[in-house]
DNA sequence: AAGTGGTCTAGACCACAAT
DNA sequence: TTGTGGTCTAGACCACTTT
């Protein structure tokens, strides 16, 4: 059971791939507590600190989490997924709801989310793919949506200003009908999307409105829409937190002559 | 310049948001090496221990790397894109070159990869995506890709051992027109693809194979191909370091009667 | 009151690369 | 040889929740 003295590995990680190995093997299951640091510290005969040390790198693994003053516990996960193609669908008439709140609720679970709207200039990165010059101005809706009370994503739509100027897109309200329907009545269809997405840690602001445990990265997921035109009118921008999300897609495949 | 004594922000907490600060406005660019710890340790008026700390959480934050024996250096990042669809377009011919390599070349990069081929019992993950039995055997080529000589992803594709036996897909080597190709004149054109995408903290093997540092995480991109007949030809894991990705694509709006 | 983890200190020794 | 960060120890005090 003494961990000490080895090749020349750091007694941290030692502690550490030890405690990961039992968390692989089963001897700690999701949502178990880890022994406290007062009984690994006899266990590997090592100070505190470097017990410390050694949890610390499975919880910036995502192995586990911090349920202070309970203790150390074998992380749960259970991500929802997460569909871009959605956003295309046609959906079903409720009123009240837009995509998100329908998938979700279709899932029997509770969705909620919160909708600021304000005039911003372009943040660089949306400017670009909007096409706007530095500084101009454009609708945001940022909205943080919940599901059984969790902060679950966020998602922040910029508009060009002229386009949605007193539509119904400035209201800090749920659209029944989708911010893209609303467009599209302005004159706007969007037949085109660009979808990138980041692989990042989040920033602490991110971490916050999350609320995300340590060792959780987050996807970043950017969808410019664009017109029949090639004119680019929607910048999405959304925060996926990697504890709570899978990303699926389908694709066909593409007409290709020959090879 | 003192840090010491705020409302009851951890010091800590306190040294990381300060050089979080510098490297937001450009105080600290990319490349640029932070002060050292005795530094920080007398301008903090803190314990070296403590100022540590600080640097850690940046670390893990993917903001720092620290260059052993040199110092601690602020991030430079340099992402390439990843584009999913590149599979299904139609590719020029280039002799041992498959789609990752005619893909880099074309930015003038230098690219090479490592193939392994085996055969092995297929993973529950990999088993439920092609419709197998658990413990049957499947074929897979590892694929380590190294992109002027730094480790770029890993790609393993799994394929029913029945299927390709005997196949150019059993040999190490490139196959210049892609295994999607070779299944295709084998009688199993793949004509849909389901692409799920996880974000999480890579696992140790995975830090050793594509030398990340700490604050890395990595999207595990699973692509599961079909044929017309809906049968499960090929799964495709691919493990794409977050601080070298972009993973990009592009929809169209998929036909749907009014709405 | 007891027990958990969170923070901090002070000091020690080590490995490594540049000088 | 020097200076960097990496590891480890021993001990202290704190905040929070449960008992």
Sequence with gaps: ???????????????ADDLREQIADGSLSPGDQLPTEAELEKRYGVARGTVRQGIEILINEGLVVSARPKGHFVRERKPMVFRPQAEFRPRPYTPEMDAFMTESSADGREARQTIEVSIVEAPAEVAKRLQLD??????????????????????DSYFPLDLVQDSEIMRPQNITQGANEVLADLGYRQVRALDELYVRMPTPEEVKRLDLSPGTPVGYHVCTGFTEEGKAVRVAVTVLPGDRHVVSYERRRETDPAS
């Design 1 to 15: 059971m003494a961990v000490r003295k080895l090749g020349r590995t750091p007694y941290k990680q030692q502690i």
């Design 134 to 155: 530095a500084g101009q101005l454009v609708a945001v809706r940022r909205r943080v949506r919940f599901l059984d009370g969790e902060p679950f994503n966020i998602n």
